[in-house]
């Protein structure tokens, strides 16, 4: 099992930028997801093993950057841009075995405990 620690997350005006960091007690292909009340949870972003190879969720491209520090087992999401239809619980996730599709939670093998993203108006 890969231990997950999400930090970064606070309060932004739209239009604002934010950075996710993930720390992992081991290395694996990653994602991040996000949550918002009421809704279900969705894809954000991926990134492989290596870092060479990355994926985004349609709403986000251009806008979002996935990256990982191999040396220090850390992911980051960096946010720019950020509209309140952004704010959630955005949490990262570790995918062990390739199974399935990495844009799905089912995907996907260790999760974080998430944090609160909020973006005012």
């Known amino acids: 099992q890969v231990q997950l620690v999400e930090s970064g997350g606070g309060l932004v005006q739209a239009g604002g930028s934010l950075r996710l960091s993930c720390a992992a007690s081991?290395?694996?292909?990653m994602g991040w997801f996000r949550q918002a009340p009421g809704k279900e949870r969705e894809f954000v972003a991926a990134?492989?093993?290596?870092?060479?190879?990355?994926d985004y969720a349609d709403g986000v491209k251009g806008r979002f950057t996935i990256s990982r520090d191999n040396a220090k087992n850390t992911v980051y999401l960096q946010m720019n841009s950020l509209k309140p239809e952004g704010a959630a619980v955005h949490y990262c996730?570790?995918?062990?075995?390739?199974?399935?599709?990495?844009?799905?939670?089912?995907?996907?093998?260790?999760w974080g405990q998430g944090t609160q993203v909020t973006v005012s108006y």
């Open positions: 081991g290395r694996s292909a």
């Open positions: 990134i492989g093993w290596s870092g060479y190879v990355t």
């Open positions: 996730a570790a995918r062990r075995y390739s199974r399935g599709n990495s844009t799905s939670g089912s995907g996907y093998d260790d």
